[in-house]
């Protein structure tokens, strides 16, 4: 009898023949991707290639006309998830998906506690007093445990988007994005977030994916980095093969763009 073939595992991330636009704009273009549980994802590229607008698709903020996307076996959008696209219900399944943006997003007149514990109490339906202990305990996980009754305000940049990371974190999802969280920072409150992202990829099996223009940083936390131009994948590797020794010429010469910075 011959060897029967051992199916290999679901991707936890999975799109097929993704096509985005707006209007006459073809913002991803046939995008196939596959992404295994516990990947640590570095996107990659000039602004406008689409990175951004990928993670977006994956938890479901924007709509597409082509293709197919699914998350730990589900589909996105879910059909049932109100707050996804616009026809449809609640369920938990989108909560699989964190995100964190670039712009902190907190809510001004709430407290970085209650920034934290506001979704899990809401949301998740625990109870003040556990969505309370769990923010406190992800506020410690980012450094920022003694600030909990500051309100967004009184915090700096680096501060409030380290708060946004435990906001995310405080859902346990399954898959993190995070958006050029350091874009809207000045350079000297980038090392604080990045050190945050270190941390968590080193300590969880959480599948991430990061959009940044910071290639050093794309080197010490990814296994493996996407270079994207105009919707499509034209690179993919491990930050080696990518970022020290590229063999793409597209990829040359954006890096050494970004080096002249």
């Known amino acids: 009898m011959a060897d029967q073939a051992i199916p290999s595992a679901p991707a936890h991330i999975l799109l097929e023949g993704v096509v985005k636009e707006v209007g ?5 273009d046939q995008l196939d991707l596959r992404i295994e549980q516990g990947q640590r994802i570095a996107l990659i590229g000039p602004s406008g290639s689409g990175k951004s607008t990928v993670l977006r698709l994956i938890k479901g903020l924007e709509s597409y006309q082509q293709g197919a996307i699914t998350v730990a076996g589900a589909a996105v959008p879910d059909t049932h998830a109100r707050w996804q696209w616009p026809w449809a219900r609640p369920t938990a399944r989108v909560h699989r998906v964190g995100m964190v943006f670039q712009h902190f997003n907190l809510f001004p007149h709430m407290t970085v506690l209650e920034n934290v514990a506001e979704a899990p109490r809401r949301v998740l339906k625990l109870t003040a007093a556990d ?6 305990d992800y506020l410690d996980q980012v450094g920022l445990a003694q600030r909990a009754d500051a ?9 409030q988007q380290r708060v946004a990371i435990a906001r995310a974190l405080a859902m346990r999802p399954e898959v993190l994005l995070f958006d050029e969280v350091t874009s809207a920072l000045d350079p000297e409150l980038v090392g604080e ?3 945050v992202i270190r941390a968590i990829a080193s300590e969880q099996r959480t599948t991430l994916l990061v959009v940044t223009h910071e290639m050093k940083f794309a080197r010490d936390v990814a296994d493996r980095v996407l270079f994207m131009e105009q919707g499509r994948i034209i690179a993919d590797g491990t930050p080696e093969d990518i970022l020290v020794n590229p063999r793409n010429e597209r990829t040359r010469r ?8």
């Not at 969505?131 to 406190?136: C, F, M, N, V």
């Open 24 to 28: 006459d704009l073809r913002i991803i």
């Open 151 to 159: 309100y967004p305000r009184q915090l700096s940049g680096g501060q």
């Open 131 to 136: 969505a309370r202990q769990r923010a406190l």
């Open 254 to 261: 954006f890096l050494n763009l970004v080096e002249q910075r």
């Open 193 to 195: 977030v990045l050190a």
